[in-house]
């Protein structure tokens, strides 16, 4: 007997639905025995990680805050990811965002500016995002360039033009020379939804992006055509879709949610601008895309439990002593189950008798 | 036998085979798909020291038998025996442990890595040290000119299909198999080739040379097989026949059945096509050289041809997927096309079915609602403002299913599952029910069964009934003969003259189909 994979006639919408939750379980079961390696009692180490943070209110309230930048980033990414466009650069689409947003809210800081301030913030944040990922959607379309390579160097160009900026121009000279700009004003700040809490109208903000991209996706022929590009791109040729074009649509729409997650998060939770706005939100939403099953409302969930793990690994941090990479680790480790569990999405196992020998080699 | 003899009578230096069995035999060898016979109990048997030609126009079998000798396909009947014991072939590893060695036609290389790594990647347990010496042994004692230490970018097709023959001569085969190996080849390149298959004869390996170049054929080969519809038509000496005796046993010598209607009124010239030149971009594609023809309302317009001969660009130059240099090249109801996208002829009533079914005409993993919008999208009901109108495209379906008999396991199943037949019609079906004024058609039953290939037929026959303009291009001569008005033939990226179905003579076209009396054609079609 062997085990084999045999092709399904038709995809398995049933193995869409489980894979992700195999993926979750094998995670688990994974983290399970990294703990164990570490020392730390697994099944207390794993509560800690994954159950605590969801019987607290204050928890559950920063889940939504960390799973809002992921939302909007990652929603952007499913629409390049299922058009076979591999924008891998959201995080510095994300910062280029905060840069630019932000830029408004220093350029008018003290100046007591109206409340058009952050509606300005936001666009601007979008199209700076859209710009940036201009670049690699250019050079792909162009010159033949990987989008992978490029959307990722650039990156780190925009991590570096962001330190420049907070400990040159930008600086706040009231700031004891730390790289920080000022404080935002009022009116560039992300209004909250509870009094006294960090949720905010960003929240809001993602579920309507996801709404969107939901009707988008399923109901417009821009979404047929983004679908069928990714999937069989000779008969989107055919059908007169220009994947070209498309590769600049996708990277443009994705940059500008990119850009807006960017704004949103510094106007919001951070209110000024300093090197470290993001904990690697634009890497995160990749693994949030995917195992979201690229779909919108997927997506949504996707980001909720990935932002569990953020929080689950600051308290981690805190009560077993455990180091916060522990986190990217098991970010890192989810996302190689996922891919590996959508295998079984077109292909099921099957035992198969062993094969027949070989006649005739002497 | 007789061939062998003369071989050996004519190569005295070559090895004295042990006894007089074959090399590799081939007995009753059926291999089915559902109820589609790929082969049909096929007889074949290879002698060492004999170039063996495998003749047949696509589809007559010739990849599915080879992929069976190299082990890539199982039979479903019948036997194989190697120096007269019965054998399994499981896989591509057992074809080479026994000494099969396969040349393919598209080539599978590494193209960073150089010539020795190519060929290390691509062999069994063969020592790596001293590989680029031994490369470069078997490349200049076979003359096949390669340094080993290139890398694969730098190389012409020529030079790749030598690190293939290469690789292949390294195991020491004894039957080599070359899948039309010249297709790619410069006429110098391939004068190179088969001296060294010359070489490989007097050292008493067999080749199996797939082709259909007649000329070629009738030069290099000791022997011809001839398959036709999956069965062998005969086997015979090339040298002894001519090149059009050899045609019309690849495309079958009967007369079909002439069409018995009177000769039918023609409209308006639908397509003019002037001077069409296409240089395509792949390596392996044909220009296009100036493609002349006219296509009349009413008309049914056959383009025979053996496949590679231009007809996909030609395809992709009349759909619009790639497009002309000058607009006025192509002129579809009087208006400039040549530069109008896809969508756009779509919009002035021409309509569009490829050769491939799977991936180009349809995407394979969508429901077959969505794969109506493919080429609906443009003008129709089921998009509006954008919107995607799920209800208007089920219906869509559900009207294909019903004018075109397509079966299928539901309502709306994704297209990958459908039988070939089944898709077929629906891929037709589509294009027809939305009364295009021009058809542009390619290979409509291919691997079809033949309830379905009438269906097809009598859809297209209507069509043009109706006054649409309808160009079938085909490697189904007898397809071509029942339902073309006119019949132009494709060689080498250039057009014959058209010929009046009913006065072509088939020997003669199938002549035009290898290539000879070509001469100056594409200025002739204006006729």
Redesign the interface.
């Given at each position: 007997m062997r085990l084999a994979l045999e092709r399904r006639a038709e995809r398995s919408i049933a193995m869409a639905l489980v894979s992700p939750l195999i993926a979750v379980a094998l995670t688990l079961a994974t983290g399970a025995l990294l703990f164990a390696l570490l020392g730390k009692p697994p099944v207390e180490a794993l509560k800690i990680y994954f159950f605590e943070p969801l019987t607290d209110p204050w928890a559950l309230q920063e889940i939504a805050v960390k799973a809002t930048p992921l939302v909007l980033i990652a929603v952007g990414l499913s629409l390049c990811y299922l058009a076979n466009v591999w924008n891998i650069g959201a995080e510095g689409q994300f910062l280029i965002g905060a840069i630019t947003g932000g830029w408004l809210a220093v350029a008018t800081h003290g100046t007591g500016a109206g409340y058009w301030v952050l509606p300005a913030m936001l666009v601007l944040g979008a199209l700076g995002g859209a710009a940036y990922a201009l670049v690699p959607a250019v050079f792909r379309v162009r010159f033949g360039a990987s989008e992978i390579l490029t959307s990722l160097m650039l990156v780190y160009v925009a991590e570096l033009l962001l330190d420049y900026l907070v400990r040159g121009p930008w600086r706040d000279p009231k700031g004891f020379n730390f790289p920080t700009t000022a404080e935002f004003d009022a009116v560039a700040a992300m209004p909250t939804l509870i009094e006294g809490s960090r949720l905010h109208l960003g929240a809001i903000i993602a579920l309507l992006v996801v709404a969107w991209a939901t009707v988008m996706l399923g109901r417009t022929l821009k979404g047929f055509e983004i679908k069928l590009v990714g999937a069989a791109p000779r008969a989107a040729r055919f059908g007169g879709f220009s994947d070209k074009w498309l590769t600049v649509v996708t990277f443009l729409i994705s940059g500008a949610l990119a850009g807006l997650a960017g704004v949103i998060e510094v106007s919001a939770t951070v209110n000024h601008l300093q090197p470290n706005i993001s904990p690697g939100y634009g890497f995160t939403a990749i693994i949030v895309a995917f195992l979201g099953r690229l779909n919108p409302a997927g997506i949504l969930v996707a980001a909720l439990f990935l932002a569990l793990t953020f929080i689950g690994g600051e308290s981690a941090q805190i009560s077993l002593k455990v180091p916060l990479d522990l986190t990217k680790v098991f970010q890192g480790i989810l996302l190689f189950y996922v891919l590996a569990c959508d295998t079984l999405i077109l292909y099921r196992f099957r035992l198969l008798p062993a094969p027949k020998a070989v006649h005739g080699i002497r | 036998m007789a061939d062998a003899a003369l071989a050996i009578a004519s190569a005295p230096d070559k090895p004295v085979q042990p006894d007089e069995l074959p090399l590799l035999e081939a007995v009753g060898v059926t291999k089915l798909y559902g109820h589609f016979v790929a082969n049909d109990s096929i007889d074949l048997e290879i002698w060492p020291a004999e170039v063996h030609a495998l003749l047949g126009e696509n589809g007559a079998g010739k990849s599915t038998l080879v992929k069976m000798i190299y082990g890539l396909l199982q039979r479903s009947a019948g036997e194989f025996r190697?120096q007269g014991?019965?054998?399994?072939l499981?896989g591509p590893a057992?074809a080479r442990?026994?000494g099969i060695g396969m040349v393919f036609q598209h080539f599978s290389l590494f193209e960073q890595l150089t010539v020795a790594e190519n060929v290390a990647l691509g062999l069994d347990n063969v020592p790596l040290a001293g590989l680029d010496e031994r490369v470069a042994e078997v490349s200049r004692n076979y003359g096949l000119p390669l340094d080993p230490k290139r890398e694969v970018w730098r190389l012409s097709v020529g030079e790749r299909q030598r690190i293939e023959i290469v690789r292949c001569l390294l195991q020491d085969p004894k039957l080599l198999i070359l899948d039309e190996p010249t297709s790619v080849l410069t006429p110098q390149e391939a004068e190179q080739l088969f001296r060294t298959l010359r070489v490989l004869r007097k050292e008493g390996r067999a080749i199996l040379y797939i082709s259909h170049k007649l000329e070629e054929v009738r030069a290099l080969c000791d022997t011809a097989t001839i398959l036709r519809g999956g069965k062998v038509i005969a086997t015979c000496d090339p040298r002894a026949e001519t090149a059009q005796s050899l045609a019309s046993m690849m495309v079958g010598g009967e007369v079909g059945a002439v069409r018995s209607d009177g000769q039918k009124k023609l409209g308006n010239p639908r397509l003019v096509v002037r001077n069409l030149n296409v240089t395509p971009d792949d390596p392996h594609g044909v220009k296009l050289d100036g493609i002349t023809f006219e296509l009349a309302a009413g008309e049914i317009l056959g383009l025979a041809g053996v496949a590679g001969n231009g007809q996909d660009e030609l395809f992709a130059a009349l759909?619009?997927?790639v497009l002309a240099d000058n607009a006025d090249v192509i002129r579809i109801d009087n208006r400039d096309a040549g530069r109008m996208?896809?969508?756009e002829r779509?919009r002035l009533g021409a309509a569009?079915v490829?050769e491939?079914r799977l991936?180009?005409?349809?995407?394979?993993?969508?429901k077959l609602s969505?794969n109506v919008?493919?080429?609906g999208?443009?003008a129709s009901p089921m998009?509006r403002r954008?919107?995607?109108n799920r209800a208007q495209a089920r219906a869509f379906v559900d009207r294909i299913t019903k004018a075109y008999d397509v079966r299928k396991a539901k309502r709306d199943?994704?297209a990958?599952?459908l039988s070939g037949g089944n898709l077929q019609k629906f891929v037709v079906g589509r294009e027809i029910l939305r009364e295009p004024r021009l058809l542009i058609v390619s290979q409509p039953t291919w691997g079809v069964d033949a309830g379905a290939a009438a269906a097809i037929r009598q859809a297209i026959i209507d069509l043009a009934a109706r006054g649409a303009a309808v160009l079938v291009m085909s490697q189904d001569l007898d397809e071509l003969y029942e339902i073309a008005d006119r019949l132009v033939v494709i060689c080498a990226g250039r057009l014959s003259a058209p010929r009046q179905t009913r006065r072509a003579d088939r020997g003669e076209i199938g002549m035009l189909m290898a290539g000879v009396g070509m001469k100056g054609a594409g200025h002739a079609a204006r006729a």
């Open positions: - | 190697w014991e019965p054998i399994e499981p057992a442990a026994h759909s619009g997927e996208s896809i969508t779509r569009f490829p491939e991936g180009h005409a349809t995407a394979p993993r969508f969505d919008l493919i080429t999208h443009a998009v954008g919107f995607i199943p994704e990958a599952s």
